[in-house]
């Protein structure tokens, strides 16, 4: 059905809510699949690989597998966006939860280095692969959803409650983490508890892939169906040869997201056991809040960028995250009691994230968003993401402020996009604009 201009200037009604509700459930279980990993690197180094492998090179090869589920990505999500672009947005959505869910489930039941040897982290890294190819899928599809279902004035407050269904995700793997190794000590959690969490993740995804059976087929996309309008060429050879501008601004906005949500919330509680000698249970409870308020964050943050433009959020959000990443890295090793309360207010201005997908669908037309948004985001997020714990582990090891200085220069970059990068006009969104049709 076309949206009218009054259509695109409603408030959320009843439907909204649902899909908004089911698309972020559904992607909260998925992200929890993709991310638990990290808050067991420690306790997976030391079953997958062997038990006289330095330290330094065990955590590299850890976090290199890790990396690979990111690399991964821009595959997955290239396929995945080829077929959404060209047969619907919806079959796609519901076929990467059961792509991940599967081998998040063997992951938990993998046996480990010294039960079959090499083929121990040969297996898992297998299996992260498959999940990364999943998740490079989930998150495009996700967004070019839940924001062609939202009229054009609600679309920034859709994705930012999107984006904090996703980060939920990374709060839900927070606190099964933190309960586990709170419940169990480090020898049963190396022993068979570390499991736990990735049977559960296998469960949460057969549960999302019944929750989409309930969604619609997008507005948009149906609008297009209906005119003929789909892309009649390659999707991704339209992306690259008529919307490359697009291309580079959606990947550096990428690579600041990257640097907010890899090094601030999935790596520094590992960081900061290492750097300032906090238990594993003090950092992930400190996690779930710093998590928490970037979960309410976000949904704040797309609301702003309604009122105001992504440009003006993206910008002013990026400086305060930076003040407050080395407020903590700074101030922890002086002040150990304010871990909670530093982490929390640097997990809330990283919410600055949810503001970023506004940016990304605005970027590219609707007969090749899906397409546009998967390429930029996957591919940067593969070279930024999938290298960021290496690298930001090596920096770790040469100065404790090295991941501060590592968010602080991707700051400089959101600020930079803030300014002069994210102008793109509501209207972007809309089939009717002029060049809407690739």
Same mark, same amino acid.
């Given at each position: 059905?076309?949206?009218?201009?009054?259509?695109?200037?409603?408030?959320?009604?009843?439907?909204?809510?649902?899909?908004?509700?089911?698309?972020?459930?559904?992607?909260?279980?998925?992200?929890?699949?993709?991310?638990?990993?990290?808050?067991?690197?420690?306790?997976?180094?030391?079953?997958?690989?062997?038990?006289?492998?330095?330290?330094?090179?065990?955590?590299?090869?850890?976090?290199?597998?890790?990396?690979?589920?990111?690399?991964?990505?821009?595959?997955?999500?290239?396929?995945?966006?080829?077929?959404?672009?060209?047969?619907?947005?919806?079959?796609?959505?519901?076929?990467?939860?059961?792509?991940?869910?599967?081998?998040?489930?063997?992951?938990?039941?993998?046996?480990?280095?010294?039960?079959? /040897?090499?083929?121990?982290?040969?297996?898992?890294?297998?299996?992260?692969?498959?999940?990364?190819?999943?998740?490079?899928?989930?998150? $495009?599809?996700?967004?070019?959803?839940?924001?062609?279902?939202?009229?054009?004035?609600?679309?920034?407050?859709?994705?930012?409650?999107?984006?904090?269904?996703?980060?939920?995700?990374?709060?839900?793997?927070?606190?099964?983490?933190?309960?586990?190794?709170?419940?169990?000590?480090?020898?049963?959690?190396?022993?068979?508890?570390?499991?736990? $969490?990735?049977?559960?993740?296998?469960?949460?995804?057969?549960?999302?892939?019944?929750?989409?059976?309930?969604?619609?087929?997008?507005?948009?996309?149906?609008?297009?169906?209906?005119?003929?309008?789909?892309?009649?060429?390659?999707?991704?050879?339209?992306?690259?040869?008529?919307?490359? /501008?697009?291309? +580079?601004?959606?990947?550096?906005?990428?690579?600041?997201?990257?640097?907010?949500?890899?090094?601030?919330?999935?790596?520094?509680?590992?960081?900061?056991?290492?750097?300032?000698?906090?238990?594993?249970?003090?950092?992930?409870?400190?996690?779930?809040?710093?998590? +928490?308020?970037?979960?309410?964050?976000?949904?704040?943050?797309?609301?702003?960028?309604?009122?105001?433009?992504?440009?003006?959020?993206?910008?002013?959000?990026?400086?305060?995250?930076?003040?407050?990443?080395?407020?903590?890295?700074?101030?922890?090793?002086?002040?150990?009691?304010?871990?909670? $309360? +530093?982490?929390?207010?640097?997990?809330?201005?990283?919410?600055?994230? /949810?503001?970023?997908?506004?940016?990304?669908?605005?970027?590219?037309? $609707?007969?090749?968003?899906?397409?546009?948004?998967?390429?930029?985001?996957?591919?940067?997020?593969?070279?930024?993401?999938?290298?960021?714990?290496?690298?930001?582990?090596?920096?770790?090891?040469?100065?404790?402020?090295?991941?501060?200085?590592?968010?602080?220069?991707?700051?400089?970059?959101?600020?930079?996009?803030?300014?002069?990068?994210?102008?793109?006009?509501?209207?972007? +969104?809309?089939?009717?604009?002029?060049?809407?049709?690739?």
């Amino acid at each position: 059905m076309e949206q009218t201009v009054s259509d695109n200037a409603r408030p959320l009604n009843r439907g909204d809510a649902k899909t908004l509700v089911l698309s972020a459930l559904g992607g909260a279980l998925e992200f929890y699949d993709f991310i638990i990993y990290v808050f067991f690197a420690v306790v997976i180094g030391k079953l997958f690989f062997p038990a006289d492998m330095p330290d330094w090179l065990r955590q590299l090869q850890t976090y290199g597998i890790f990396a690979a589920g990111y690399l991964a990505r821009p595959l997955g999500g290239i396929v995945m966006a080829h077929f959404g672009d060209r047969f619907g947005r919806k079959r796609m959505f519901a076929l990467s939860v059961f792509l991940m869910a599967v081998p998040t489930l063997c992951i938990g039941l993998l046996p480990t280095y010294a039960a079959v /040897g090499l083929w121990a982290p040969l297996a898992l890294l297998l299996l992260r692969v498959l999940q990364g190819a999943a998740i490079g899928g989930e998150i $495009p599809g996700a967004w070019v959803f839940v924001a062609e279902h939202a009229p054009a004035n609600r679309t920034g407050l859709a994705v930012g409650m999107l984006t904090s269904g996703l980060t939920g995700g990374i709060l839900l793997g927070s606190l099964v983490a933190a309960g586990v190794t709170r419940h169990y000590g480090p020898e049963q959690v190396a022993a068979f508890a570390w499991r736990i $969490p990735f049977i559960l993740g296998g469960i949460f995804g057969f549960v999302a892939v019944y929750l989409r059976r309930w969604l619609d087929e997008t507005p948009v996309f149906e609008e297009l169906r209906r005119r003929k309008a789909l892309s009649q060429e390659l999707p991704l050879k339209v992306v690259v040869s008529r919307h490359l /501008g697009g291309v +580079l601004r959606s990947m550096l906005v990428t690579w600041v997201l990257t640097a907010a949500i890899v090094v601030v919330i999935l790596m520094t509680p590992a960081l900061l056991q290492k750097l300032d000698g906090f238990t594993a249970a003090q950092t992930l409870t400190a996690n779930s809040v710093a998590t +928490l308020m970037l979960t309410l964050g976000c949904i704040g943050a797309g609301a702003l960028a309604d009122r105001f433009g992504p440009g003006p959020v993206l910008g002013i959000g990026s400086v305060l995250l930076l003040l407050c990443t080395y407020a903590m890295y700074l101030g922890l090793g002086q002040n150990p009691g304010l871990l909670v $309360p +530093l982490y929390g207010l640097t997990g809330l201005c990283v919410a600055i994230v /949810g503001v970023i997908p506004l940016v990304l669908v605005r970027n590219f037309p $609707p007969a090749v968003r899906f397409s546009g948004i998967s390429f930029s985001y996957n591919v940067a997020y593969a070279v930024f993401g999938g290298f960021t714990p290496p690298l930001v582990a090596m920096l770790g090891k040469a100065s404790p402020l090295g991941p501060a200085h590592y968010v602080a220069a991707m700051c400089v970059i959101g600020l930079l996009m803030g300014l002069f990068g994210a102008r793109q006009p509501a209207s972007a +969104l809309q089939v009717s604009q002029p060049g809407a049709v690739a």
